[in-house]
């Protein structure tokens, strides 16, 4: 996914925008998701093997949200028109933070992206740098859009919520990897609230309006599920873990 | 002769003390090691303590001054990856590079000096020309691209080679060696060739150049106007007399094969002290890359001082004059 500084009240690395930050505007943000072509770069960059994401988690971990399916589809004339609406209809400049070591094909993507960004007006400055300088770097805010990767630990929807949209509050332990903190109250209300709930219906319901809410505002734009690529000789049997952790003693050689 | 060595010994702490303080001023720039240490669920405030705990947060003359001082003592740390003694992580990690090390000198060694040789007396050969054209070639490639070309002739098309790791090894008393096994012969083959070939090339064309030099010279002149046989001339006084620079270009880069086998232990995977400095920059493994940098400043003085012993054994000049 790509996040924003929600928080950010002027853009870092820009060329043309100093004094605001369009990206707070979810018209902009909107904008950027719609620039950008997942089809293409599946095709392309990732063999067909990547799943477009439409929420936080994929289909098929708890909580996703079969209401809110759709993602913002690839449409840059629309991508235009916000922009021309949000009050900048040529597009500004800004800067993309991404790793170059840590997510498959992470800095061919931020590529893609960029020129598809640029395709609407968006001129992204890249930035790649390796995972270990990466963090602190977005601690410090040190961004206007950045990449992320996420894997649910709990394999439960309340995760995401948890860790990347509920406001940042350090006492409490929430939003610690919201670089952007993104911040809605409801958002904020509902997670002790799923956290609490048993029924399943009733947390369901809960978990649907959270992703309505933060896929309305695009909190951040979902891009794909990662695939899990594993090679190994004709003569090993092994069971690959849906969330890629390797265990050795699963492995048969035969 | 013990004073020199022992004045030497000294030397060398002095130039570790300077590596280990300028590893430790780099280490700053390298990355967060605490992120990488820990996961997601890590709150802010834990990986803060555990910052504080490790002593991060401490200005870096006394990390600098704890790091010395632990290893004055023999206690090198524990990798921030693994959690084991470092001191241990190296040493497993030793012979599969000391190994590699000397076999790719070998290599060098025993093709490259009677190549320089033969290309120095035959200087308008057919032979000397080839050769010549194909150490150009060998030297302008990356060691990388050597090792994957090796690898998908040798291993992938003929299928003749494994194509990575260091097979069966035999293990003497704490050294693990694959000198005694087919197996592991097998699999030193490739990733020596490719670290040899540079350092083959280097030794030819310097043996080469230094030979037809010292041809030149006086006591060559008078020794073939004597009638010294042709074989004697060139082997005992021409090639004796080439060898002085040419051990001194190999010493320096025997240490540079030993401590830079990185590109060529990357693409083979061997487990070499090459491989571990990689993954532990990935990590930034700061106990590991210290430990790691200091082992290596002390290798690169002790090969110097094999070299400097060298020259005395083969050059009388040396022994004349008191040698401190």
Redesign the interface.
């Known amino acids: 996914m790509f996040g924003f500084g929600h928080e950010h009240d002027t853009l870092l690395y820009s060329n043309d925008v100093t004094d605001v930050n369009p990206f707070q505007d979810p018209r902009v943000r909107l904008a950027a998701a719609h620039a950008i072509d997942m089809a293409s770069i599946d095709r392309v960059l990732f063999r067909g093997k990547i799943e477009a994401a439409n929420q936080l988690v994929p289909a098929g971990i708890s909580g996703y949200s079969e209401a809110n399916q759709s993602r913002p589809d690839y449409n840059p004339d629309r991508a235009k028109e916000l922009l021309a609406e949000a009050g900048y209809p040529d597009g500004f400049s800004f800067g993309l933070k991404c790793t170059n070591?840590r997510y498959i094909n992470d800095e061919a993507l931020c590529r893609a992206a960029a020129s598809m960004f640029a395709a609407v007006g968006l001129n992204a400055e890249l930035s790649t740098g390796?995972v270990?300088?990466y963090?602190?770097q977005l601690r410090e805010d040190d961004f206007d859009m950045y990449l992320l990767g996420?894997?649910p630990?709990t394999f439960d929807m309340e995760h995401p919520v948890r860790?990347l949209l509920h406001t940042q509050d350090?006492e409490a332990?929430l939003g610690?990897?919201n670089f952007g903190n993104y911040s809605n109250a409801r958002v904020d209300e509902l997670l002790p609230l799923i956290q609490q709930e048993i029924d399943p219906a009733a947390r369901q319901a809960m978990i649907d309006e959270i992703v309505a809410i933060t896929q309305e505002e695009v909190a951040y734009i979902p891009l794909y599920t990662q695939p899990l690529i594993w090679a190994a000789k004709d003569n090993i049997y092994l069971t690959q873990r849906a969330d890629n952790f390797f265990m050795l003693r699963w492995v048969t050689v035969n | 002769m013990v004073y020199f060595i022992a004045k030497r010994l000294v030397q060398s702490v002095f130039v570790m003390l300077a590596v280990a303080f300028l590893a430790f001023s780099l280490f700053r720039f390298v990355g967060d090691p605490i992120t990488q240490m820990t996961g997601v669920e890590t709150s802010v405030q834990d990986q803060e303590r555990l910052r504080e705990d490790l002593g991060l947060n401490d200005p870096f003359i006394y990390q600098f001054a704890r790091f010395t001082g632990d290893m004055l003592k023999g206690d090198f740390g524990f990798s921030y990856r693994t959690r084991q003694p470092v001191a241990e992580m190296i040493a497993t990690r030793i012979p599969a590079t000391l190994e590699l090390g000397i076999v790719a000198l070998l290599i060098s060694l025993f093709v490259g000096i009677p190549a320089g040789v033969y290309t120095a007396l035959r200087p308008r050969g057919i032979a000397t020309q080839t050769i010549l054209m194909l150490t150009l070639v060998g030297v302008s490639i990356p060691t990388f691209v050597i090792g994957i070309i090796l690898i998908f002739f040798f291993g992938v098309q003929l299928g003749w080679l494994p194509t990575f790791g260091r097979g069966g090894t035999v293990n003497l008393g704490g050294w693990e060696t694959s000198f005694l096994t087919v197996d592991g012969w097998r699999a030193l083959i490739l990733p020596a060739i490719t670290l040899g070939v540079y350092q083959l090339t280097l030794t030819m064309r310097l043996v080469r150049a230094e030979m037809m030099d010292v041809m030149q010279s006086d006591y060559i002149r008078f020794a073939t106007a004597r009638g010294v046989p042709m074989r004697r001339l060139y082997f005992k006084h021409a090639l004796a007399n080439t060898m002085v620079p040419v051990i001194t270009i190999i010493g320096l880069q025997f240490g540079g094969v030993i401590a830079f086998s990185i590109v060529t232990e990357s693409v083979f995977q061997w487990p070499g002290m090459g491989l571990l400095f990689l993954e532990s920059i990935r990590f930034v493994d700061i106990p590991v890359m210290g430990v790691y940098l200091v082992v290596i400043a002390f290798f690169f003085v002790l090969v110097n001082l094999i070299v400097d012993l060298l020259y005395v054994f083969i050059d009388p000049r040396l022994r004349i004059k008191d040698v401190s």
């Open positions: 070591d390796p270990r300088d963090w602190p996420w894997s630990g860790f350090d332990r610690s990897w």
